[in-house]
């Protein structure tokens, strides 16, 4: 059973930072970033391969940067010039094979 455990979400003002951290149990082909707001739709916003490729949804890519570390089973998401938007919880997921594990989320609040 893999398991993901994501941390580094809190509370922050407009225009701050936050960087999330997801470490997996096992590292996964692929490793990635969602995050589900409130009445929405869960969105994409990246995710980075074993083998170096990245991947960005088109609205994230420039406030929003991925990184990984494989040696740690871990992947990043290094979030600058938050917006009240934001406001969301924030879902690592892996890919193993044809399978993708999600992990429980971590809440991001960005309020004046």
């Known amino acids: 059973q893999v398991q993901l455990v994501e941390s580094g979400g809190g509370l922050v003002q407009p225009g701050g930072s936050l960087r999330l951290s997801c470490t997996a149990s096992?590292?996964?082909?692929?490793m990635g970033w969602y995050r589900h707001a409130p009445g929405k739709q869960r969105e994409f916003i990246a995710t980075?391969?074993?083998?170096?490729?990245?991947n960005y949804a088109d609205s994230m890519e420039g406030r929003f940067t991925i990184s990984r570390d494989n040696a740690k089973n871990t992947v990043y998401l290094q979030m600058n010039s938050l917006k009240p938007e934001d406001t969301a919880v924030y879902l690592c997921?892996?890919?193993?094979?044809?399978?993708?594990?999600w992990g429980q989320g971590t809440q991001v609040t960005v309020f004046s």
């Open positions: 997921c892996a890919v193993y094979g044809t399978n993708v594990y």
């Open positions: 096992t590292s996964g082909t692929v």
């Open positions: 980075f391969t074993k083998r170096g490729s990245i």
